[in-house]
């Protein structure tokens, strides 16, 4: 295990950027980080905000590891990123699905508020289409249906062909109850879960609970890649990795993640950053041809000052870190 660098070293020394969506996202119009060097590169801090320090102190785990932790062990060196369709009308999947160069696996959103399940099933209908019958596509619900309503939808949903239903229901006793009824009337889709895992034990319950057939991990919220790895071995599940809507230096530690995992079979959430109008580093982590390659973004100096928020933002962010950092120290000495 690498230290913990020194607090008011790295304090005085990062930045805080604060970067522009293209479109609203999470209910944010600009994602706020804090990023900071070391030894082996940067690291990022960006727990979404109302997240508390003991949460927050695990994103840093994350940042420092990917600044001072040596490069971990790549058993790939090509990971394969999935497109993304919002809850969009069908006639216009085509044209969002043909801004993801080489994607071959698309990730269709469902169970929008204000729209019916008719909207899903021509949504994931089109991506079909679009995608052609050796594409893959799986749903994403973000916890949207009750048991009964995921049952009805996948019902539905899986003549198109799913690869499998991210967090088709809220909490991880309903993704097991979905789970055994789905067998019960002999509709067969894999069950993932998103929201679900959000803190170490989390998988280990999901596992536990026969709630899903696979985990969707994301490095900055598990503690950084090692802490991921572990977490994705003890829960003896598949995981796919997916962004925590990071900048290039936090999709950056989500590749290494995804390089390192022993086995991956399907295509990894980290194609986001094409929701900032803008990033860290020229060019940003955006997937080529479909696929991201494991790097260490360098951003500049001149490029973080431009991306600076307010006096007042930075502070802010400032305090935050200082208190995960006691948060983290606290931690580590209750071990
Ligand atoms: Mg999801």
Redesign the pocket.
């Known amino acids: 295990m690498h230290t913990i660098p020194d607090r008011d070293e790295v304090l005085a020394s990062c930045h805080v950027v604060s970067i522009p969506m293209r479109v609203r996202f999470r209910g944010i119009e600009h994602r706020e980080a804090v990023l900071f060097e070391g030894p082996s590169g940067w690291g990022e801090f960006a727990p979404f905000l109302e997240y508390g320090d003991a949460e927050s102190a695990r994103w840093l785990a994350a940042g420092i590891e990917s600044a001072y932790a040596a490069e971990p062990a790549r058993v790939r060196d090509v990971v394969s990123v999935n497109a993304t369709v919002p809850a969009v009308a069908a006639e216009s999947v085509g044209a969002v699905l043909a801004r993801f160069d080489g994607c071959t696996t698309a990730k269709v959103k469902v169970a929008e508020r204000g729209q019916a399940l008719a909207d899903d099933v021509d949504r994931v209908a089109a991506a079909r289409e679009a995608m052609g019958p050796h594409g893959r596509i799986r749903i994403?619900a973000?916890g949207g249906w009750d048991v009964e309503t995921a049952a009805g939808a996948l019902g539905k949903l899986t003549a198109y062909g799913l690869e499998y239903a991210?967090?088709p229901c809220a909490t991880v006793e309903e993704l097991a109850e979905l789970r055994a009824c789905l067998a019960r009337r002999g509709i067969d889709v894999l069950i993932a879960a998103?929201?679900s895992i959000r803190r170490a034990g989390d998988p280990l319950r999901v596992s536990a609970l026969e709630a899903a057939d696979l985990i969707?991990v994301k490095a900055a919220p598990l503690g950084g890649v090692a802490a991921a790895l572990e977490i994705v071995e003890a829960s003896g599940l598949p995981a796919v990795v997916?962004s925590a809507l990071d900048t290039s230096v936090g999709i950056a530690a989500g590749v290494r993640l995804a390089a390192t995992l022993p086995t991956l079979d399907h295509a990894c959430?980290l194609g986001t950053v094409g929701l900032f109008a803008d990033d860290v580093v020229d060019p940003p982590m955006a997937p080529v041809a479909g696929v991201l390659r494991p790097a260490r973004p360098d951003p500049s100096v001149r490029r973080l000052a431009a991306l600076a928020p307010s006096p007042g933002r930075q502070a802010w962010w400032r305090d935050r870190l200082g208190r995960a950092f006691d948060q983290l120290v606290a931690d580590g000495a209750g071990r």
């Open positions: 994403d973000n991210e967090q998103d929201e969707v997916s959430g």
